[in-house]
């Protein structure tokens, strides 16, 4: 059973993509229809989680947030009733939320997780954070790159108004199996090695001709 406000926040949001920003959605056949995932996206803007979410519409996704976006308020209610999991980016060793990410894995669903860490100032790819490399090693399952395009344009880092005149795109990558991330022989850079070869997923993800 879906959370009911979960599912309402992201059919309004797959409906501003497609009519305000003409969103197109490259791939959805990569969508594990069953089972556990991670899914890996770019992160360019504050658009990029909700974005995600109208593009994995077969799936109900649990993403992982910055504490600090849950502000006292309207901020705090909503995004504690649509799966957002809060990470404190101050403590690198965040036990709660790793265990919850792992909880819901555990649970079939499908975990957001942006690679590198936070939002790109100046709409190129930042460095690769090992967290991914952790939660992908430590459970195992399929990750699946995404790439995005346009958010940047639309709504950058310090601006409070979107940009209509622009548009998006969103490539769902085909899933990258444990064999592949998780395949190096360096144990100690075990994590930062597989996170690096991820995010190079992504980066070869280009919009279809």
């Known amino acids: 059973m879906w959370n009911p406000y979960y599912l309402t926040t992201v059919l309004f949001c797959k409906l501003c993509f497609r009519e305000l920003f003409n969103g197109k959605i490259y791939g959805q056949e990569n969508i594990p229809l069953a089972g556990p995932f991670i899914v890996a996206p770019n992160h360019l803007s504050h658009l990029d989680p ?47 939320a790793i265990k919850k ?7 079939n669903f499908g975990v957001v997780i942006f690679p590198e860490g936070t939002r ?36 950058k880092k310090n601006r409070t108004m979107p940009d ?16 592949e991330y998780d395949g ?5 850079e075990r994590y930062h090695l597989s996170a690096n070869y991820i995010l190079d997923q992504i980066k070869n993800l280009s919009i279809p001709l």
């Open 50 to 96: 909700p974005f995600v979410s109208a593009a994995f519409l077969k799936r109900e996704l649990i993403f992982l947030g910055r504490k600090t976006l849950f502000k006292p308020g309207f901020w705090n209610i909503l995004l504690s009733h649509i799966n957002v999991i809060p990470v404190d980016r101050e403590n690198t060793a965040d036990i709660s």
């Open 101 to 107: 990410a792992l909880a819901f894995l555990r649970d």
């Open 120 to 155: 790109s100032l100046d709409g190129h790819f930042g460095k690769a954070q090992s967290g991914i490399g952790f939660l992908a090693c430590k459970t195992q399952v399929p990750v699946i790159p995404v790439r995005i395009f346009g958010t940047y344009e639309i709504l």
């Open 164 to 179: 209509i005149r622009q548009s998006a795109q969103i490539i769902i990558g085909k899933p990258i199996l444990p064999s």
């Open 184 to 188: 190096f022989q360096d144990q100690k």
